[in-house]
Nanobody
Framework: QVQLVESGGGSVQAGGSLRLSCAAS????????????LAWFRQAPEKEREGVAL???????DYADSVKGRFTISRDNFKKTLYLKMNDLKPEDTAMYYC???????????????????????WGRGTQVTVSS
């Protein structure tokens, strides 16, 4: 089965930057990996899980309003790795960050997935990001 492993989290001061990585295994090839929609989620203590960024098979992206302009999602299909570059970090960005393969809620093609309708199909275990003021 598909397995996802996040890395790159840590503690930074407000205004700093981090790059998260998500390495995948269990895909037959880089081609099959490239067919999946991929996303980053985050969850802070006592808060709901939040979809942060999405990238589809055509590398079209979507971002939560709270991170738009500061975060950039990208993928390297040959390396089977997903990235999240986070700039100008704020204390409210503090959370556990998870990567996931996602599909459209209720069914549909990858290019029909959006941040508002995506449903995770596989999860990583998370990497902690802590931003101090």
């Amino acid at each position: 089965q598909v397995q996802l492993v996040e890395s790159g989290g840590g503690s930074v001061q407000a205004g700093g930057s981090l790059r998260l990585s998500c390495a995948a295994s269990g895909y037959t090839s880089s081609t099959t990996y490239g067919l999946d929609c991929l996303a980053w989620f985050r969850q802070a203590p006592e808060k709901e899980r939040e979809g942060v960024a999405l990238i589809d098979s055509a590398e079209t992206t979507d971002y939560a309003d709270s991170v738009k302009g500061r975060f950039t999602i990208s993928r390297d299909n040959f390396k089977k790795t997903l990235y999240l570059k986070m700039n100008d970090l704020k204390p409210e960005d503090t959370a556990m960050y998870y990567c996931a393969a996602v599909g459209k809620r209720g069914g549909g093609f990858c290019d029909e997935v959006s941040l508002s309708n995506m449903e995770p199909t596989a999860w990583g275990r998370g990497t902690q990001v802590t931003v101090s003021s």
